[in-house]
C-alpha cells in the first residue's frame, strides 16, 4: 500500500516561512507528478504547486514568487518552501502524488492533511 504522510505545518506569522515536507513510501515502481493542494473550509480543494518526476514546476497565481515546490526522487520526498506567508494562505495542505505501485498500474494518491495557520 502506497502512503503519502505530510509534516511542517503549525502557526506563523503573517511575513513568515514554512516548509512542508511529504514522504511517500510502499511498494512504489514509480512516481510522476507530485504536488501539493490546499483546502478551507466550505471551499473546494485548490492547487497550489506541482512538479514533475525531472523537476518542472507549476504554481498557482496566488503563490508564485512566494512558494517554491522541489523534490528529491531518491528519498521520494516532495517539499514546499513558503516564504512572506499571508493569512489567506491559512489552510489544510494536501500532498498528492501520481504513483505506480508494484504490480498495478497508475494511482493518484493523497496524504492525510498539515494545517497551516497564519495569523498574529
Given at each position: 500500500?502506497v502512503?503519502?504522510?505530510?509534516s ?16 511517500a ?10 504536488g501539493?493542494?490546499?483546502q ?32 528529491d ?8 518552501q ?21 504490480g498495478?498500474?497508475y ?14
Amino acid at each position: 500500500q502506497v502512503q503519502l504522510v505530510e509534516s511542517g505545518g503549525g502557526l506563523v506569522q503573517p511575513g513568515g516561512s514554512l516548509r512542508l515536507s511529504c514522504a511517500a513510501s510502499g511498494s512504489i515502481v514509480r512516481l510522476n507528478d507530485m504536488g501539493w493542494y490546499r483546502q478551507v473550509p466550505g471551499k473546494e480543494r485548490e492547487l497550489v504547486a506541482t512538479i514533475t518526476s525531472v523537476g518542472s514546476t507549476k504554481y498557482a497565481d496566488s503563490v508564485k514568487g512566494r512558494f517554491t515546490c522541489s523534490r528529491d526522487n531518491a528519498k521520494k520526498m516532495v517539499y514546499l518552501q513558503m516564504n512572506s506567508l499571508k493569512p489567506e494562505d491559512t489552510a489544510v495542505y494536501y500532498c498528492n502524488a501520481d504513483v505506480k505501485p508494484v504490480g498495478k498500474g497508475y494511482v493518484e494518491v493523497w496524504g492525510q492533511g498539515t494545517l497551516v495557520t497564519v495569523s498574529s
